[in-house]
Structures are given as C-alpha cells and as structure tokens.
Nanobody, 124 residues
Framework: QFSLVESGGGLVQPGGSLRLSCATSGFTLDYYAIGWFRQVPGKDREGVSC????????NYADSVKGRFTISRDNAKNTIYLQMNNLKPEDTAVYYC?????????????????WGQGTQVTVSS
C-alpha cells in the first residue's frame, strides 16, 4: 500500500519561511522521482519542484528558483520542500507526488501517487 502525507503548511508573513514534509510509505525513494506541486482554486495545478535520479537531478519552476529547495531523506522515506522568502503569490495548496520513473519532470500527468495536500498561506 502506497501513501503520502504532507505536513508543515500554515500561515506565514511575506518574507518568511516554511518547510513542508511529505512522509511516504510503500516506496523505495531510491528508485522514484518525487515532486512538489501547488494549486490555487480555479487554476491548474502547477509544478513547483522535482528531484530525480537521472538527467537533470532537480528542476524548479522559474517563480521559485533561488527560494525553494527540494530534498529527500531516504532513511526516513520523507520528502521536503524548504520555502524561503515567501511571497503572497506562493499561497496555494501544496501536494507531494511520486513518479514511477527515475527522471524528474514538472508535469503532474506523469505522477502516479499523490498526497492529500497542505495549505500554505502567505499574508501579512
């Protein structure tokens, strides 16, 4: 049985930081690409960052480059997204996902397993 559970979302002021965690079970993260996505009501889900095992090891949306960092702890089967210098436009529900492939892509259609999402709100 595969599962992903996100945590770490919340309300933060502009310029602040949050670290999202995604606890996984049933996966061997050594073999799969992982990704973080976000969605605002009424808009399509957006790829934020991904981490793979071949090709470009990481990829980031232009809007988060230099501010967000994706990582994983294989021993803990956990995925992280460190978000710094947050902006109001980062407000969204954030989802982690696992892809049955080693290549990192920011297209949500290639990810098979998803978490339930965690809300991030950036506001003063």
């Amino acid at each position: 049985q595969f599962s992903l559970v996100e945590s770490g979302g919340g309300l933060v002021q502009p310029g602040g930081s949050l670290r999202l965690s995604c606890a996984t079970s049933g996966f061997t993260l050594d073999y799969y690409a992982i990704g973080w996505f976000r969605q605002v009501p009424g808009k399509d889900r957006e790829g934020v960052s991904c981490l793979g095992h071949s090709g470009p090891l990481t990829n980031y949306a232009d809007s988060v480059k230099g501010r967000f960092t994706i990582s994983r702890d294989n021993a803990k089967n956990t995925i992280y997204l460190q978000m710094n210098n947050l902006k109001p436009e980062d407000t969204a529900v954030y989802y982690c996902a696992v892809r049955p492939d080693r290549l990192c892509l920011l297209s949500d259609s290639v990810y098979k397993w998803w978490g339930q999402g965690t809300q991030v709100t950036v506001s003063s």
